[in-house]
């Protein structure tokens, strides 16, 4: 990967198309967004793949991100509490949190900030 310094944000070229990096949301993705974007859709990938070879179909899959930063330590997060909002027919909520576990386990995001960011996960399951 290449990055080009422009002068209000980073550029790159990637396969599916430019990606544009700002500290300032006028300018681009603020790297905060990036991180929890990238385990938000790399837990949210895994865990659907998990479901779907257990042929457990979902109607929707959402997934909501709450934040806590620091701003006594360069506003680093601290914290990730996820809620996978499920919805579907006859889902069993002891075998989605077993997935869930398991997705957990081979999310690489999730697995990369293991001991600096604390990711909480829950289910919720909508009728």
Do not use: H, W
Request: charged residues 25%.
């Amino acid at each position: 990967m290449k990055f080009y310094f422009k002068e209000n944000n980073v550029q790159t070229e990637l396969e599916y198309g430019e990606l544009v990096i700002s500290g300032n949301e006028e300018y681009g993705f603020r790297p905060f967004q990036l991180m929890v974007s990238s385990i938000v859709s790399c837990s949210g990938s895994v865990f659907k793949q998990i479901l779907s070879k257990q042929r457990i179909e979902l109607e929707s899959l959402e997934i909501t991100a709450d934040v806590k930063r620091n701003p006594e330590e360069a506003n680093r997060i601290e914290q990730i509490d996820l809620t996978f909002i499920v919805k579907g027919s006859a889902l069993n909520q002891v075998k989605l949190d077993k997935s869930l576990a398991i997705a957990r386990k081979n999310c690489a995001m999730v697995r990369s900030v293991e001991g600096s960011i604390e990711i909480n996960e829950v289910i919720q399951i909508e009728a």
